[in-house]
């Protein structure tokens, strides 16, 4: 059981828009930066949104990020097949004293 | 180019240790803290490890007085001693770079891992 609660699995067709919610605690999401992962099949994690809605350089603009009190979501807009990987948010945790990380969401493009 | 290349993987008995390593390059490693994040097949990621600039180290209750982490900046590379392991240890284990912002801290550069696999 994670810490973060994501849903297992979103779908949506293509050029629509996704939303991927991550559910935490007034210890880690509630206090402190949430940061988004995207992990394309076969791959290694990659930086996807920081400091709750930060784009790193490289990063489509059709990904942003919001933050509200204990919840953070990841927004995906004009939806692509390329898109289609694993997304995990994380965040450090003031009560575990350690980074927590959700349980992922698949995300299938129609 | 910032490079994290992972290695020593492999098959490992229960009860026994293997040492991993992250080769670094393409930027000033003494100056970031450095972090292990491991996959089990199938799994989402978490986090196993942490170790400061000043060589202060962080670990979960779950691998805790198991694995060792730590660094030489001289070879700028990053281990991990992992010694007592068990089954549920498996996975890909990734090395991260930590960047650290005003307010912020994310990985913001991944290795592409090495698999261990314990097992008897």
Known sequence: QSVLTQP??????????????????????????????????????????YYD???????????????????ASLAISGLQSEDEADYYCAAWDDRLNGWVFGGGTKLTVL | EVQL????????????????????????FSSYD??????ATGKGLEWVSAIGTAGDTYYPGS????????RENAKNSLYLQMNSLRAGDTAVYYCARGRIGGDYVDFDYWGQGTLVTVSS
Request: hydrophobic share 30%; aromatic share 6%; proline share 6%.
């Open chain 2, 63 to 70: 691998v805790k007085g198991r694995f060792t982490i730590s």
């Open chain 1, 8 to 49: 297992p699995s979103v779908s949506e067709a293509p050029r629509q828009r996704v939303t991927i919610s991550c559910s935490g605690s007034s210890s880690n999401i509630g206090n402190n930066a949430v940061n988004w992962y995207q992990q394309l099949p076969g791959k290694a994690p990659k930086l996807l949104i």
């Open chain 2, 5 to 28: 290349v992972e290695s020593g993987g492999g098959l490992v008995q229960p009860g026994g240790s293997l040492r991993l390593s992250c080769a670094a390059s393409g930027f000033t």
């Open chain 1, 53 to 71: 809605d930060l784009l790193p350089s490289g990063v489509s603009d059709r990904f942003s990020g919001s933050k509200s009190g204990t919840s």
């Open chain 2, 34 to 39: 450095m972090h292990w994040v491991r996959q």
